[in-house]
């Protein structure tokens, strides 16, 4: 999505784009997911660079950095032989890239709850990435300057 767009409008989008999905347009729409998950850049290609998030059982890799104006990059990357968690790295990414701390301090911890995963997913699995969403808002803050402004990481 758009650097233009808040993270709460593209927050209301994707609950609009999941909402009352069943189980196989779900697995359908996780999959559209996993494909648009950005390649890194190439400095940070191969790993380098990226902190292993702990929170998820197949390999994710995570980093922030400032962007333009007070928001923050968010660089993803998991196996492409793992797709529910390129998917969910792409959720994460259109939602939360490119946003103002402030904005993606407000995504909801149990965003993929609330986007009905639980339908999908083991209720354990949903349980970590919601430990997984208050990682990334934590990366993100630590990102942040003091004075709300972006601060470099990586």
């Known amino acids: 999505m758009s650097d233009s767009i808040s993270v709460p409008a593209r927050w209301a989008a994707l609950q609009r784009g999941f909402a009352g999905l069943e189980p196989v347009a779900l697995r359908s729409r996780l999959i559209d997911y996993a494909h648009r998950l950005p390649p890194l850049p190439a400095g940070l290609a191969g790993g380098r660079r990226l902190d292993e998030v702990q929170e998820c059982a197949t390999p994710l890799f995570l980093a922030a950095a400032a962007g ?8 993803l990357d998991a196996p492409h032989d793992a797709p529910t968690t390129r998917a969910v790295a792409g959720i994460i990414h259109e939602l939360m890239d490119g946003g103002t701390p402030e904005d993606v301090a407000g995504v909801p911890d149990d965003m993929f709850e609330r986007l009905g995963l639980q339908a999908v997913l083991t209720e354990p699995r949903v349980t970590r990435l919601a430990a997984l969403v208050a990682r990334v808002k934590r990366l993100v803050a630590e990102t942040s300057e003091p004075d709300g402004r972006a601060g470099r990481r990586h």
């Open 68 to 75: 333009e104006g007070g928001t923050v990059r968010l660089y």
